[in-house]
């Protein structure tokens, strides 16, 4: 039984790391059109961040590993500095891949500084210890008394709630006149320049604050796992993300939470149980290629995705209504009600 | 820093929609200008040293036989393409340096040859985005400032339906661009430029695709929009539209100015024929 509530515990954590992955996606391609093939980047600088601020120094005695920004910092800082550094680099990689160029352009272009990364990261040994990764990152949430399987379900509470807030933020931002700017810059960048709106700023900000998303879920990650190396993260790993958000729906906060659940958690879980067959690791290579056709029977039957992107409607006299209330507006009716 | 609760890009009283600022330059004074200017792709010269000046409340046809190289002018007027040479001016300001964005904000409006409707956001959206001006849609406004921003926003909301009423376009109000006939979407992309109450509109090809019955509808839309002082450019191949809406006509071919002058003058000219003709 333990073993199951483990294994449930754990697949939580993942579920919940995923949605915020999904989240911050689905604002920088659902809302603005920015196709961040490079998701994974971001979510490993801030995983390492975390991990290399919450180890401590890495030399005397018994040192194994080797890593910069080395320090023993106080929960819950490194998780604060994974945010800060997915956000940085975001910004960094932004200023010099986001100018006005196509869309699929933009998208190789993200892919070539994805496989650059991993490259360097795996050949710089001094950087994050090279392929062998960061390892016994320590357990932010250890100060508490409880057991080892009731730990497992505190991080999971403490993962859902980033999720929670995270997803009220930036429904809230992407419903606002800045989420219908990105939306604009998204269907037509030359009309949405003509109105006034500097694409180059709007892409910028969104890719900062996807990226920002990105190091919190890194972070979070690899407090749980305790370990992050570069196997954790081949680029085909945002793929997985890109098909739950296409699944679910694009520029629907609730279908990026759906697809997240079908796809990485529901989807890739089910083939686990299934007998293997064929010389060892077939089955982890069919799941890539059972991956890629979901993605293409999701654009053939369903584009939009199950749960499609909202439409405002526009009442003479009242603010626009959105077709289903948000869950902010909801939470906010429900606590005047109390 | 942001403004905590900017004004509109567009103030629209009583229904008086789109209606121009007061131009600072007079309304003697050009509100836009091209000063001989160049537009080459690659090694071909699509403008070869066009000049024109509109001033506040004129209405200029700009026509010529395909290819002339109208669009790639009005193109150059608005910064979506770079000058090879020459100057263009916006109320006596050098804006020729400046990308489009900058010139949009300082009261330079336009369509597109290919509608440009934002396709996944409703007729009401588009209206909103182009009206919430530049200081409404940044970031930091909408995160520092969103509480000061409710009275703004409705004030937008209230000029996009005054828009929507003056071109008996509330029915379409919650209908995606995508959703859209031809002549809407045209529609749709004039009532965005007014919502941010230009002092220049181009409008390239605007009667393509709208449906003949709504065409008479839309000249004298333009028309009251040029008598509310908007400066109007209009490049078209109807030439009843243009003969209807004009005050003067400049005719191009092969990239450069070959007539102008009022609609009868220019299409009894023997240069304007020839072009047309071959």
New interface residues.
């Given amino acids: 039984m333990s073993a199951w509530s483990y294994y449930i515990s754990t697949l939580a954590v993942y579920f919940g790391v995923d949605v915020l992955s999904g989240i911050s996606l689905n604002l920088q391609y659902g809302y603005a059109g920015v196709v961040n093939l490079a998701y994974i980047i971001f979510q490993s600088v801030g995983a390492y961040v975390a991990a290399a601020t919450a180890l401590g120094p890495d030399t005397g005695a018994g040192a194994f590993q080797h890593y910069i920004f080395a320090a023993s910092l106080p929960f819950p800082i490194p998780l604060l500095l994974a945010t800060v550094a997915g956000g940085a680099l975001a910004g960094v990689v932004g200023l010099f891949s986001l100018r006005r160029m196509r869309r699929d352009y933009q998208g190789a272009i993200m892919l070539i500084v994805s496989l650059i990364a991993l490259q360097v990261v795996t050949a710089d040994v001094p950087l994050f210890n090279g392929s062998n990764g960061l390892t016994g990152v320590p357990r932010p949430l250890s100060f508490l008394p409880v057991g080892p399987l009731a730990y497992q379900w505190v991080y999971a509470g403490w993962v859902f709630v980033f999720c929670a807030a995270v997803y009220l933020l930036v429904q809230w931002?992407s419903r606002?006149?800045?989420g219908?700017?990105l939306?604009?810059m998204?269907?037509?960048e030359?009309?949405?320049?003509?109105?006034?709106?500097?694409?180059t700023v709007l892409r910028l900000?969104v890719f900062v604050v996807g990226g920002l998303i990105a190091g919190l879920s890194g972070g979070l990650l690899v407090e749980y796992i305790g370990a992050w190396s570069p196997g954790a993260w081949g680029y085909a790993e945002t793929f997985v993300i890109f098909t739950a958000i296409f699944v679910g729906g694009l520029?629907n906060y609730r279908g990026v939470v759906l697809g997240v659940l079908l796809v990485p958690v529901v989807f890739l879980q089910v083939t686990q149980f299934l007998p293997q067959i064929g010389y060892p690791g077939l089955m982890d290579s069919l799941e890539w290629v059972v991956i890629g056709l979901l993605f293409m029977v999701c654009l053939l039957v369903r584009p939009r995705g199950i749960l499609p992107?909202r439409?405002?409607?526009?009442l003479?006299g009242s603010?626009?209504q959105f077709a289903a209330p948000g869950l902010l507006h909801q939470l906010r009716r429900r606590l005047r009600s109390l | 820093m942001a403004t905590a609760n900017p004004r509109a890009?567009v103030d629209i009283p009583h229904g008086a929609v789109g209606r121009a600022e007061a131009s600072t330059t007079g309304a003697g004074q050009p509100v836009i200008a091209a000063q001989d200017l160049v537009v080459s792709y690659g090694g071909v010269v699509a403008v070869a040293g066009m000049s024109l000046e509109v001033r506040p409340g004129e209405a200029v046809g700009l026509i010529g036989p395909n290819g002339a190289g109208k669009s790639s002018f009005l193109a150059a007027l608005?910064g979506?393409n770079r000058a090879a040479r020459g100057r263009v001016l916006l109320d006596g300001k050098d804006v020729t340096r400046l990308?489009?964005?900058q010139r949009?904000?300082l009261g330079l409006?336009?369509t597109?040859q290919m509608t440009?409707?934002?396709?996944?956001?409703?007729t009401?959206?588009?209206l909103?985005?182009?009206g919430?001006?530049?200081q409404?849609?940044?970031?930091s406004n909408?995160?520092l400032h969103?509480r000061s921003?409710r009275a703004h926003?409705?004030e937008v909301?209230r000029q996009?339906?005054a828009v929507l009423h003056r071109f008996d376009a509330?029915h379409i109000?919650?209908l995606?661009?995508r959703e859209l006939s031809g002549g809407q979407r045209r529609l749709v992309?004039i009532m965005?430029?007014l919502m941010?109450s230009p002092k220049v509109l181009l409008l390239d090809e605007p009667m393509v695709g709208v449906a003949p019955h709504l065409v008479a509808r839309l000249v004298s839309d333009l028309k009251s929009l040029r008598d509310d002082g908007i400066a109007l450019v209009i490049v078209e191949h109807a030439l009843e539209v243009v003969k209807e809406v004009s005050d003067r006509v400049n005719v191009m071919a092969l990239g450069r100015l070959i007539a102008s002058g009022t609609y009868e003058e220019v299409v009894s000219n023997d240069a304007v024929q020839a072009a047309y003709l071959g």
Wanted: hydrophobic share 40%.
């Fill in positions: 931002l606002s006149p800045w219908r700017a939306k604009a998204r269907d037509q030359e009309a949405a320049s003509a109105i006034g709106l500097n694409i900000q520029g992107e439409k405002p409607i526009a003479e603010s626009l | 890009a608005a979506q990308p489009s964005y949009a904000r409006a336009r597109f440009s409707e934002f396709a996944n956001m409703t009401f959206e588009n909103l985005t182009a919430m001006g530049v409404g849609a940044a970031l909408v995160v969103h921003n926003n409705r909301e996009a339906w509330t109000a919650n995606y661009g992309e965005r430029c941010r």
